[in-house]
């Protein structure tokens, strides 16, 4: 079972447009929620997280929108450029019970493509 | 000096054999992973280590079988490779058990023929 689902599967924006990922997720016990950037060849990256107390954050040109009681939470990159193209991941992140350890679950990706 | 380092960047075998991707990671931390990138993209936990005790172990068949050394090294060891284990395996650490950035190395892409 897909535990955060995450779209569109691909993207594709002209330069300086904005690029909007969207998430959702049902567990109500994740409590942390990153957004990693992964070039072709490359690990992932974190590019900016949040926790559920906060309903948006901000890092330059990267913004997460985040609504708990709809349980969905997205990323905003305004003036999309070139170098922005790569595979966005969302993720969720929450202790298993009689863990002491987060464990991160991943959406599936979408493959973000930015047109010169 | 990169921070979480993965060897080999390639392996490239034929079925039935058993290989090692070794990973070493310089940032101090005490937690590390292990996660699977398949051919759709789609990431995967498979193990995580914190100072060198096993806390999850996802359900991956037990020819994987990690290893780790001391708290900067968690190798993952391979038996009677298959055709569907062919996908990028990705080490990860971290310095919190919880709510922490995950540092991924930059991979290692596995074909089985």
């Known amino acids: 079972q897909q535990q955060v689902k995450q779209s569109p599967q691909s993207l594709i924006v002209q330069k300086g447009g904005i690029s909007i990922i969207n998430c959702a997720y049902e567990?109500?016990?994740?409590?942390?929620f990153p957004w990693y950037q992964q070039f072709p060849g490359k690990g992932p990256a974190l590019l900016i997280a949040?926790?559920?107390?906060?309903s948006e954050k901000k890092e330059g040109r990267f913004t997460i929108s985040f609504n708990k009681s709809a349980k969905q939470f997205s990323l905003h990159i305004m003036d999309s450029q070139p170098g922005d193209s790569a595979t966005y991941f969302c993720a969720a992140s929450m202790r298993d019970r009689g863990s002491t350890l987060g464990r991160l679950y991943f959406g599936r990706g979408t493959q973000l493509t930015v047109w010169p | 000096d990169t921070a979480v380092s993965q060897t080999p960047k390639y392996l490239v075998t034929q079925m039935g054999n058993d290989k090692s991707i070794k990973c070493e990671q310089n940032?101090?931390?005490?937690?590390m992973y292990w996660y699977k990138q398949d051919s759709k993209k789609f990431l995967k936990i498979m193990f995580s280590y914190n100072n060198k005790e096993l806390i999850i172990n996802e359900t991956v068949p037990n020819r994987f079988s990690p290893k780790s050394p001391d708290k900067a090294h968690l190798n993952l060891h391979i038996n009677s490779l298959e055709l569907g284990d062919s996908a990028v395996y990705f080490c990860?650490?971290?310095?919190?058990?919880?709510?922490?950035?995950?540092?991924f190395g930059p991979g290692t892409r596995l074909t089985v023929l």
């Open positions: 949040i926790r559920p107390d906060v």
């Open positions: 940032l101090g931390h005490d937690t």
């Open positions: 990860a650490s971290s310095p919190e058990r919880w709510r922490s950035t995950q540092y």
């Open positions: 567990n109500t016990a994740f409590d942390y």
